[in-house]
């Protein structure tokens, strides 16, 4: 599993902070600060191409843990989807195609955090299987 922190707050040490997430992404971690926002990711690479995190495109930062089952047929209609490296890759281009709703198009375990500059707006989604 992987982990991840957005904040707007101001953290005067955000190493420390990060210590407690590290376990879960000791692989490597990027950080970012766009806008008031801070967001930081520590990857766990278990196969594949290691594709960092956070995704930004355009105005727009998403930072996700978890599996998403379908997603190289998310969204619908997204011609380059079959260029995705990784499953999360997906979430953007879903996001700027459906708007905020889009999580519920997705087929997995997983949790998620999409910041839109623009709007300010923060969405973020959770979803898992029993």
């Given at each position: 599993?992987c982990?991840?922190?957005v904040?707007?707050?101001?953290i005067?040490?955000?190493?420390?902070?990060?210590?407690?997430?590290?376990?879960r992404?000791?692989?490597?971690?990027?950080?970012?600060?766009?806008?008031p926002?801070v967001f930081?990711?520590?990857l766990?690479?278990?196969t594949?191409?290691?594709?960092w995190?956070?995704?930004?495109?355009?105005?727009?930062?998403a930072?996700y843990?978890?599996?998403?089952y379908?997603?190289r047929?998310?969204?619908?209609?997204?011609?380059?989807?079959?260029l995705y490296?990784?499953?999360?890759?997906?979430?953007?281009?879903?996001?700027?195609?459906?708007?905020?709703?889009?999580?519920?198009?997705?087929?997995?375990?997983?949790?998620?955090v999409?910041?839109?500059?623009?709007?300010?707006?923060?969405?973020?989604?959770l979803q898992?299987?029993?």
């Amino acid at each position: 599993m992987c982990s991840f922190l957005v904040t707007s707050w101001l953290i005067s040490n955000l190493t420390a902070v990060n210590y407690f997430l590290l376990p879960r992404g000791p692989d490597g971690t990027q950080t970012l600060r766009k806008g008031p926002f801070v967001f930081v990711h520590n990857l766990l690479h278990m196969t594949g191409e290691r594709v960092w995190q956070p995704f930004v495109q355009e105005k727009v930062v998403a930072v996700y843990n978890g599996e998403i089952y379908n997603a190289r047929q998310v969204p619908q209609g997204f011609e380059d989807r079959h260029l995705y490296r990784s499953d999360g890759e997906c979430l953007l281009p879903a996001y700027l195609h459906l708007g905020p709703h889009f999580p519920q198009t997705l087929d997995g375990e997983f949790a998620l955090v999409v910041v839109d500059l623009d709007s300010q707006a923060l969405d973020s989604a959770l979803q898992w299987r029993r």
